[in-house]
């Protein structure tokens, strides 16, 4: 039975992967996500489905046992933070180049370096622009909600095993530590190794019975395989463009400035437009839901419409270049990030708005940090 | 008349391994790499367990093992292929699992995934190529180069008050109570490749039996990156490599050998 619960958005991503049929989950402890392997650990999911947790000696490790669950056509799932995810990079460009389906998710904290444990998206570069060596890009869910950490499951696995590619889902330490209320879905059935062999034999390595072998590998030393390694993965990219990009619009029909913002910056923009309404400033919210597919037509066009845009970000300017980007110098795009695991008030952003673009309307291709940071 | 066509049937010892693809095999001729492949392709043709095997190569001269070994197979990341093997053994735990590494591979780069995987006493074999250098990437320093031994970046040979002393990570292994079985051999004669393939046999079984893990170094030349002909290179491991890394048992059936 589908269920309503207060839950942390940790506990809810680790609720909702138990349910979606995950086979197994692989990790290693780091602030503020350790709560989904202490979730999973204590839920005993090898009783409730079969589902095997494993707690590895680093997240090096984790990342390439997933890369052996995913080789073998199974449901393989880590999660990890900020630093975490620096050392997760290897595994991560070898399941892209070896073409194999697997979900990591990231709970942002602030840094670089050790940082703070405190809420941060200051992750964006490394998330959507490749991260780990090679021509390879993630497709990355953005969840702005508890109940988004619960239903970007099963989405994500959905579509790495429609692309056989990895796929990231980038939260942050607020949207993983705050409690809401969820509503999860029934337990779905984990594949039968039948199932999966059926679904996945073609390429999965379980064993040749009844059929030629399977390889698994990343490595092409012919220039020439390679190129075509690489063209296959860049049409999958462009297909993820073309059939599995989302997003939210809140407020835009009549907007005359729009905020562009994902995550928990997108939560707090969210009561922002209700504030700048209030003071009669028709403001609307673009959420990128997915980073990568990033809405860019969508831009494009309310840049049409709106006199200015400005992205709300928790960090010092990352998302806002390729808003820019989608913008193509239309209209004045500005940042407004927070940094250091403070996040925006409602407030706040209605003032940088004023201040960085109803103010301010002159075309500026130059500003200094200061002005970026307010 | 061929050599072949004398020796009768029954009566042949050595031959080219059905599992094997018939591929040319890239590793330098006079090389341990083909025999030790070949081996483990024989054993498991003979236990019947093909259809069920799936092998775990990464990075080092072994690399390509796909090429050659008639199974399905993973490529893994330079010394993860511990931490890969591990999952499959635990999300598909009636398979027969292993991983084929290198010195460099096993004993430095993923020594963390080694001695945990071992230390879990995961329920597979672990193959460990010790040619005491980097092959791959053309004769630099391993963990296992021996004191005094040059490479390419122990160009003076290996100082111990610099480098460290050579690591014997498989007897470092042997004593982690999750390991179930422990020893080194040799290719260079056909005595000591008939020890190996019993050796082989018995870690295969050990998969079988659900003992957890076991471990087999194979002592192999490396003729390019010793800069030796292959059969100088046998002779000076002969002479160099077995008094400090000793053949045999190390560990049966759970118990170490003293
Ligand atoms: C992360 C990473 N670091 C370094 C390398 C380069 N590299 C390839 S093979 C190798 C050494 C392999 O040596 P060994 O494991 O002893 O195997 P051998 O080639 O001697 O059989 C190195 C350092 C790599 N591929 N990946
Ligand atoms: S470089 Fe050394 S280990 Fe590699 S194939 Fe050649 S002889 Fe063998």
Known sequence: ?374 | MEVLDIIKPENQVFCKSQLMTGNALSYCPGCGHGTANNLIMEVIDEMGISEDTIGVAPVGCSVLAYDFMNIDMTQAAHGRAPAVATAIVRTWPEKYVFTYQGDGDLAAIGTAETIHACNRGENMVIFFINNGIYGMTGGQMAPTTLEGMKSSTSPYGREIATMGSPLKITELIANLPGVYSVSRHALHTHKHVRKARIAIKQAFENTRLKKGLSFIEILSNCNSGWKMTPNEANEWMVENMFPYFPLGDIKVAGKLKV
């Open chain 1, 1 to 374: 039975m589908s269920e309503l619960k207060l839950m942390k958005g940790n506990e809810a991503l680790a609720e909702a992967a138990i349910r979606a049929g995950v086979d197994a989950y692989f990790g290693y402890p780091i602030t503020p996500q350790t709560e989904i392997i202490e979730y999973l650990m204590n839920e005993r999911p090898e009783n409730r489905t079969g589902m095997v947790v494993l707690q590895a000696e680093s997240e090096v490790a984790a990342i390439n046992m997933v890369y052996g669950a995913a080789s073998t056509g199974k449901k393989a799932l880590t999660s990890s933070s900020s630093p975490g995810i620096s050392l997760k990079l290897e595994g991560i460009s070898y399941l892209a180049g070896a073409e194999l389906p697997a979900v990591i998710v990231n709970v942002v904290r602030g840094g670089p370096g050790l940082g703070t444990i405190q809420p941060s998206q200051a992750d964006y570069f490394q998330s959507v622009k490749g991260g780990g060596h090679g021509d390879y890009k993630l497709y990355v869910l953005a969840p702005a909600s508890v109940q988004e950490m619960a239903d970007f499951v099963e989405d994500a696995f959905d579509i790495a095993f429609k692309y056989r590619a990895p796929v990231l889902i980038l939260s942050d330490g607020l949207i993983g530590q705050m409690m809401e209320k969820v509503i999860l879905k029934d337990q779905k059935p984990r594949w039968t190794d039948a199932e999966l062999i059926e679904k996945n034999g073609d390429w999965a390595v379980t064993g040749k019975k009844g059929r030629e072998r399977n390889i698994i590998t990343s490595l092409d030393l012919q220039s020439e395989k390679m190129e075509a390694r690489v063209h296959r993965l860049q049409k999958k990219y462009e297909q993820m463009e073309k059939e599995d990009l989302r997003f939210e619009k809140i407020n835009c029909d009549d907007a005359d400035y729009l905020v562009v913002a994902y995550g928990s910056s997108a939560r707090i923009s969210q009561k922002a437009v209700e504030l700048a309404r209030a003071k009669g400033i028709k403001l609307g919210l673009l959420r990128p839901i997915t980073l990568f597919p990033f809405p860019q037509q969508e831009l494009f066009e309310l840049a049409n419409q709106v006199k200015g845009i400005l992205s709300v970000e928790l960090n010092t300017g990352q998302m806002v270049e390729d808003v820019r980007l989608a913008v193509e110098h239309k209209v004045p795009v500005e940042h407004f990030g927070r940094t250091g695991g403070i996040i925006h008030t409602p407030e706040e952003i209605v003032a940088a708005l004023e201040q960085k673009i109803i103010n301010n309307g002159s075309f500026r291709h130059h500003k200094t940090r200061e002005s970026s940071l307010l």
